[in-house]
C-alpha cells in the first residue's frame, strides 16, 4: 500500500516560522529516502499556529530539495484564486520537476471571513459556489484547450509543458465525493476533518459507485487522510498523541493551538466530560506501535476502496515525528 505524507507546517510553543519550514524540508527529504509515494502542504491563513499559507512555494522549494517523491498541494483552496495564475504556477513547478507535481484543490477557506476577504476581494460578498467551475477552468487552462466560445477563447496558459501536474480534488464531504466522480478525477477525503461516524465509508462508496472515467483515470483512484501516531510501544504512541489530541480539544472550541509538549498537554483537562470527548476523538487516530498500526491499516483496507493512506503526524518532538513515519513505512511494508 502507498502512504504518504500531509504537512500542515504545525508550529511548536517555542519555534518560529523559520524553525518550522527548516523542519518541514528536513522531513520531506526524510520520507524521500524511505520511499513515501508523495508530500502535500496545506493551505491556512491568519493563524499563528499553521505556518503554511503559501503551499505552492513551499512545494516548489521542496521539490528542489527532494529527489524521488512527489510534491503537492492538500491543498490550494481554488475560490480564492484566478484559475489561470493557479494553472500557471503548478506548470512552472511541473516544469522544474517534470512528472512529480500534485495539484490538489479544495473549496475550504483555510481561515475565517477576514482572510477569505482580503484573498477575494468583492468575489467574497456574492457567497456563491464556484469551485467546480474553477476546476474545469484549471483543467482547460492546462491542457491549453479553452472552447470556442469561451470569453478568453485565443489565451495561452504558459510554460508549455510536456508533463502536466495531477490534480486532484480534496474534500470532507458527500458533494465532493460526487464532483471528483463526475469530473473523473482522483479523490482525497480528509477524514482528520470529518471524522463523523460513516462520513468516511459513505464519501468514499459515493464516489467509487458514481465514477465516470475520463481522460485522467479510466478507474477510481483515492487516497484518506488521517491522523497517525506511531512509535515503538504502544504506550509511548498513546504518550505522544497527546500533543494532537489537545489541538483537537482547542479546536472544537475555535481555537487554533500551537503543539506542546505531550507531557503537559492534556493535564489541565480534568472534566470527566472532557476527558470522554477526548478519548472518542482518539478512537478516530490511527495509534500504536509498528505491530499494531499495521492491523489497523490492514483492517482499514479491507474495507475501504481506498489506494493510498496519507498521514499526518503532529507529534511534538520532532526526532520521534520522523520515527513515526519510518515506523509506519515499515508497518505497511510487512
Not at 135 to 162: A, C, F, M, W
Not at 249 to 271: C, I, M, Q, W
Request: aromatic fraction near 8%; avoid cysteine.
Amino acid at each position: 500500500m502507498k502512504v504518504s505524507v500531509l504537512d500542515q507546517t504545525q508550529l511548536l510553543e517555542d519555534i518560529s516560522a523559520e524553525e518550522g519550514f527548516a523542519q518541514s524540508v528536513e522531513l520531506a527529504k526524510h520520507v524521500d529516502k524511505l520511499g513515501y509515494h508523495r508530500y502535500w502542504l496545506s493551505e491556512h491563513h491568519s493563524t499563528d499556529a499553521l505556518a503554511g499559507s503559501s503551499p505552492e512555494i513551499l512545494a516548489s522549494h521542496l521539490l528542489a530539495k527532494t529527489d524521488r517523491i512527489k510534491v503537492g498541494t492538500g491543498g490550494v483552496m481554488l475560490p480564492h484564486y484566478s484559475a489561470y495564475k493557479v494553472a500557471e504556477n503548478f506548470k512552472v513547478m511541473s516544469a522544474l520537476a517534470p512528472a512529480r507535481v500534485d495539484m490538489g484543490v479544495g473549496r475550504a477557506p483555510g481561515g475565517h471571513h477576514l482572510s477569505s476577504m482580503a484573498l477575494q476581494g468583492e468575489r467574497a460578498r456574492r457567497n456563491v459556489d464556484i469551485f467546480p467551475e474553477q476546476i474545469d477552468e484549471v483543467l482547460e487552462y492546462l491542457e491549453d484547450r479553452l472552447p470556442d466560445n469561451h470569453r478568453l477563447r485565443g489565451l495561452q496558459s504558459t510554460p508549455v509543458v510536456e508533463k502536466k501536474p495531477d490534480v486532484w480534488v480534496l474534500g470532507t464531504s458527500n458533494s465532493s465525493a460526487l464532483l471528483a466522480a463526475e469530473k473523473g478525477l482522483p479523490y482525497a477525503f480528509a477524514q482528520f476533518i470529518n471524522y463523523q461516524a460513516g462520513g468516511m465509508e459513505q464519501a468514499l462508496k459515493l464516489y467509487v459507485d458514481n465514477f465516470k472515467p475520463s481522460k485522467y483515470l479510466d478507474k477510481p483512484q483515492a487516497l484518506v487522510t488521517m491522523k497517525v501516531i506511531v512509535a515503538d510501544t504502544d504506550e509511548e504512541a498513546e504518550k505522544i498523541a497527546e500533543t494532537a489530541l489537545r489541538f483537537n480539544y482547542y479546536l472544537h472550541r475555535g481555537h487554533l493551538t500551537r503543539l506542546v509538549d505531550p507531557e503537559k498537554a492534556l493535564a489541565h483537562v480534568l472534566n470527566p466530560a472532557d476527558r470522554r470527548e477526548i478519548e472518542a476523538v482518539k478512537e478516530t487516530y490511527i495509534i500504536g506501535s509498528k505491530e499494531t498500526v499495521a492491523q489497523k491499516v490492514k483492517e482499514l483496507t479491507d474495507q475501504l476502496p481506498i489506494d493510498e493512506l496519507m498521514a499526518i503526524t503532529p507529534i511534538y518532538d520532532f526526532e520521534k515525528r520522523k520515527r513515526s513515519f519510518t515506523l509506519l513505512k515499515e508497518a505497511v511494508s510487512v
